[in-house]
């Protein structure tokens, strides 16, 4: 079986990019995934990051619904802790009455983030962000119940007060959960909401988060059925060679991050030729080793595969290929073959 293929998208920066160029290379990509059939196209959100301009996924997602026909456009994912629930009800009963259908919310509980932005972004208070993790649950039924078109009455004083995120709203996005953990696989199945296990990142544990969330799976008017699928860095050229030299730079950037060294903005294919290290090369390829990098044909069968493995019919794809010296600054032809050649174009 051939599963369904999507998108999720970190707006890498490269050391040739500023912001707008990368803004510009996400909206061609996004085209792209449109008129191939991809399903939907997720954007993340990460902070104070030389490489990832996806600091805020409402913002993305209005440009990238405006820049497309049908795909669904979502967030992989809203770091709630990070923000209001209201304001996060508000953000996206919008975008849903603007491109009503197409709008998915991902809801993450990591914070996405390095210590001080996380201190920034929740008011300058420790306190106040330890707190929204704690209240994570209760902040994704704030977020359901207010962006349902009843929203919800409240008690302010001696009177009772109704609060909704939007004053007419005729559908409401999907909601999702994401993780790392089981924690939002038992919380998602508790709530009878669709869930993804982070795979690309993570890589361990994937079976048994997704076999915990069916096991433990509570039907909701929505989603009578658990409803998964299985996300997958990915680099696909002509050659196998060839995608691994397109997805080295994703790598030395992942093994910085792990091993807490300083960050850098993308480097271009020959700049991170450059700097390979032999002694870091095992790492560099057992992490690869769990990514799909390889030429067209055993990268799709590499995909159905995966998706056999895990139980999907659907299957998320992380374009992590780099790109060329001299590619145009506002473009990101490798990231779109890598999209081209797992739909068989």
């Known amino acids: ?97 603007a491109y009503p259908g197409r709008i998915d919310l991902g809801i993450g509980r990591a914070p996405g983030t390095d210590m001080l932005t996380r201190y920034v972004l929740r008011g300058g208070s420790s306190q106040s962000a330890d707190d929204a993790v704690a209240r994570f649950p209760e902040y994704v039924d ?49 709530r009878g909401l669709p869930y993804v296990f982070a795979h690309h990142f993570a890589g361990e544990g994937t079976a048994e988060a997704l076999a915990l969330y069916r096991s433990s799976y509570r039907p909701s008017p929505d989603h009578p059925e658990p409803q998964t699928f299985l996300t997958v860095n990915a680099a696909v050229a002509e050659t196998r060679e060839e995608a691994e030299r397109l997805a080295l730079a994703q790598a030395q950037m992942m093994l910085a991050l792990r091993a807490g060294g300083p960050l850098f903005a993308q480097r271009l294919v020959e700049e991170a030729e450059a700097v390979l290290v032999p002694e870091q090369e095992p790492l560099l390829r057992r992490m690869m080793a ?19 493995e895990f139980g999907v ?33």
């Open 142 to 190: 704030d977020v359901r119940t207010l962006m349902a078109p009843e929203g919800v009455e409240m008690q302010v004083g001696p009177r009772r007060q109704p609060l909704r995120a939007t004053p007419g709203a005729a559908t409401v996005p999907t909601v999702w959960l994401l993780g790392s953990s089981d924690y939002s696989a038992r919380l998602a199945a508790d």
């Open 290 to 308: 769990k990514w799909v990098v390889d030429d067209a044909p055993t990268a799709r069968e590499r995909i159905a595969a995966l998706a056999a």
């Open 1 to 97: 079986m051939t599963p369904a293929l999507s998108v999720l998208d970190l707006v890498p920066v490269r050391s040739d990019q500023r912001t707008g160029d990368a803004l510009a290379a996400s909206r061609s990509l996004a085209r792209v995934a449109d008129d191939l059939g991809y399903t939907r196209y997720w954007v993340a959100e990460h902070h104070n990051l030389p490489a990832v301009a996806a600091t805020t996924p409402p913002v993305l997602i209005a440009m990238l619904a405006a820049a497309t026909e049908r795909i669904r456009v979502g967030s992989g994912g809203v770091m709630l802790p990070n923000h209001a629930p209201l304001v996060v009800a508000e953000q996206f009963a919008l975008l849903e009455a």
């Open 313 to 345: 019919d659907e299957v998320m794809v992380h374009p992590v290929a780099s790109a060329y010296a001299g590619t145009p600054a506002h473009s990101s032809p490798t990231r779109e073959a890598t999209l081209r050649h797992l739909a068989g174009e």
